[in-house]
């Protein structure tokens, strides 16, 4: 693993490109998922340890390493430098997989249609991970600065590497107590409506 700059600044975007590549190339049979993808404009924020942040843009459907928060970010990801490590280790270069793993989709994209849903969210929440080495990040919806959080969701690590997967959906862990939330249950009820809803 590599420097949180090396990876929000370079991996994360070559990957997040990567996939906007491999629709264009399937061609006129990717072409309608391709229009949606080129039409999501905007920004995410990351905040490690309260004190390095990087700034994401994504203009027609590709991704960059921005100076600032131009735009104002769609979300925020706020976590400390372990929880970078383990971040990498579970998700790889595509931290927008946490979003994915919620819709129980590993081929999960934004589209203009669930963005506006997610700019309708104004809160904050914690996903914790349990299990032998723990770890967690916040996910912060509206302006700066990042408050704390007012939910908590809670998930052993074998079910969040199956809804990363798509091999566990959000209901079926809800139902099976694989997840447990804590607090206000806003936040996180309409984030998964809205990354839950159709292309």
Same mark, same amino acid.
């Given at each position: 693993?590599?420097?949180?700059?090396?990876?929000?600044?370079?991996?994360?975007?070559?990957?997040?490109?990567?996939?906007?590549?491999?629709?264009?190339?399937?061609?006129?049979?990717?072409?309608?998922?391709? #229009?949606? *993808?080129? $039409?999501?404009?905007? /920004? +995410?924020?990351?905040?490690? =340890?309260?004190?390095?942040?990087?700034? +994401?843009?994504? !203009?027609?459907?590709? *991704?960059? =390493?921005?100076?600032? !928060?131009?735009?104002?970010?769609?979300?925020? &990801?706020? &976590?400390?430098?372990?929880?970078? /490590?383990?971040?990498?280790?579970?998700?790889?270069?595509?931290? %927008?997989? +946490?979003? #994915?793993?919620?819709?129980?989709?590993?081929?999960?994209?934004?589209?203009?249609?669930?963005?506006?849903?997610?700019?309708?969210?104004?809160?904050? %929440?914690?996903?914790?991970?349990?299990?032998?080495?723990?770890?967690?990040?916040?996910?912060?919806?509206?302006?700066?600065?990042?408050?704390?959080? @007012?939910? @908590?969701? $809670?998930? /052993?690590?074998?079910?969040?590497?199956?809804?990363? $997967?798509?091999?566990?959906?959000?209901?079926?862990?809800?139902?099976?107590?694989?997840? @447990?939330?804590?607090?206000?249950?806003?936040?996180? *009820?309409? %984030? !998964? %409506? =809205?990354?839950?809803?159709?292309?």
């Amino acid at each position: 693993m590599g420097s949180a700059a090396s990876y929000f600044e370079k991996r994360v975007p070559e990957a997040w490109n990567r996939r906007l590549a491999e629709q264009v190339a399937r061609g006129a049979e990717g072409a309608e998922l391709l #229009g949606k *993808m080129r $039409a999501a404009d905007f /920004g +995410l924020e990351v905040v490690v =340890a309260d004190s390095e942040r990087y700034h +994401l843009g994504v !203009a027609q459907g590709s *991704m960059r =390493a921005l100076p600032s !928060a131009d735009p104002q970010p769609v979300v925020t &990801l706020a &976590l400390g430098e372990a929880d970078l /490590g383990r971040l990498e280790e579970t998700v790889g270069p595509s931290p %927008m997989s +946490l979003l #994915g793993g919620v819709a129980g989709n590993p081929d999960f994209v934004l589209t203009p249609a669930r963005l506006d849903g997610l700019r309708e969210i104004k809160g904050t %929440m914690r996903i914790e991970v349990t299990g032998e080495r723990p770890w967690g990040v916040v996910l912060h919806f509206g302006g700066p600065p990042v408050p704390a959080p @007012t939910t @908590t969701v $809670a998930i /052993g690590d074998e079910a969040f590497q199956q809804l990363i $997967a798509g091999a566990l959906d959000l209901q079926g862990a809800f139902m099976s107590q694989k997840l @447990t939330l804590a607090g206000d249950v806003e936040v996180p *009820m309409k %984030m !998964a %409506m =809205a990354i839950m809803s159709p292309e």
